[in-house]
């Protein structure tokens, strides 16, 4: 028989309680051992619940505190805890500073600060935690182009594949070129389903469910015709897994001698980094992209907003005037790129000779 427990925090009532499993999480009081425990399994139904973030978001918020846990091994949270666990990443288990910044900010900390909003603890110390600078990560980017290139070369087939083959590659396809187009998370391409996609507004749009907001993107024009064929009755649109996508994404970098460190993920940062180069302000890209602040937009991307700056102060007319003939000719050269995409362009000493397709 188990004795009854009689536990007091702050004001809340006094609560008669019996097994500890039972114990209500509005009730406990110790941050450690099976009382941590519990109060993670009411976060982590929280975000599920309330926030309504994706299955994988929760899933990998899971893994992380778990891990974290597993290091407390009894012992209390607190903020030297979480401090030492933080070391114990970059020195015993050798992290880098990217993965340590990445998962104490998007899963540590918001763990902690929950702890606050619930009155389990007094002060919300996980704005004292601070994570290692890290230096913005340099993704592979090729054009738009290229990487239509790389996806039909990744979901090729022959006449020898079966039927069954040839519709999972164009059903592959068709996702990576919608993606391709939009920026999207992997789990929103997984996740659109039919009836969020409005084909007869102008312009065609769709809406998805993406780190716990609906956020609202364009159609494609060149994929209206595709979308409208894929958007016929009930369920999601496209039929795919995350790992198919990678598979045909790297098939694709293989067979034109792409890096190897492209995949799904990759684009998103390539469709972003191609937008920045031909010279969309980054508050735009930052709402195309679905990000929640234009700061985090400004934080992965700060490397190319200084090619921005630099592009700004190069235009100033007497700046313009010191700048060599070769400098001149690339200020010109990629403003018009910007307006009209790709060009063709011939020097012969100071002349330029541009062709422009309308």
Known sequence: M?????????NAQVVTLGKLEAIPWVAMANLQGK???????????????????????????????????????GEKLTLKTSKDYMYHLSSDLGWSANGIRSDFNSKVKPFIHW???????????????????AQPKQYPVVSFEELDKTIFAGTSFTEKDCKLAKERRLENREALLFEAR?????GAIIGLKKEDVNLNSIPATFNVYSKGKFHTG??????????????????????????????????????????????????????ATSLLNNG????????????????????????YSVQDKARVINSIPTVRKSLSTEERAKIVIEKLQKDFGIIKYTRKGEKLTINIKI
């Not at 425990?37 to 009411?42: D, G, N, P, V």
């Open 280 to 303: 969309t302000d980054i508050s735009m890209v930052s709402k195309i992209l679905g990000h929640s602040s234009i700061g985090i937009t400004a934080d992965i991307y700060s490397h």
């Open 115 to 133: 702890l606050f909003e619930t009155k389990y603890i007094k002060i919300d110390w996980s704005k004292k935690i601070k994570v290692p600078k």
């Open 2 to 10: 188990t004795t009854a427990v009689r536990y007091r925090r702050h």
């Open 35 to 73: 009382h941590l425990e519990i109060i993670l399994t009411k976060y982590l139904q929280w975000c599920k619940i309330e926030r309504g973030l994706a299955k994988q978001t929760v899933a990998g918020k899971k893994q992380t505190l778990g891990h974290f846990l597993k290091y407390l091994d």
């Open 182 to 186: 939009t920026g999207l998370r992997i």
């Open 218 to 271: 364009i159609v494609p024009p060149d994929l209206i015709e595709m979308m409208k064929r894929r958007c016929v009755g009930p369920g999601k649109v496209f039929n795919v897994y995350g790992g198919s996508l990678n598979h045909y994404i790297r098939r694709g970098c293989e067979k034109l001698g792409i890096s190897n460190d492209f995949h799904f993920h990759t684009m998103r940062h390539s469709f």
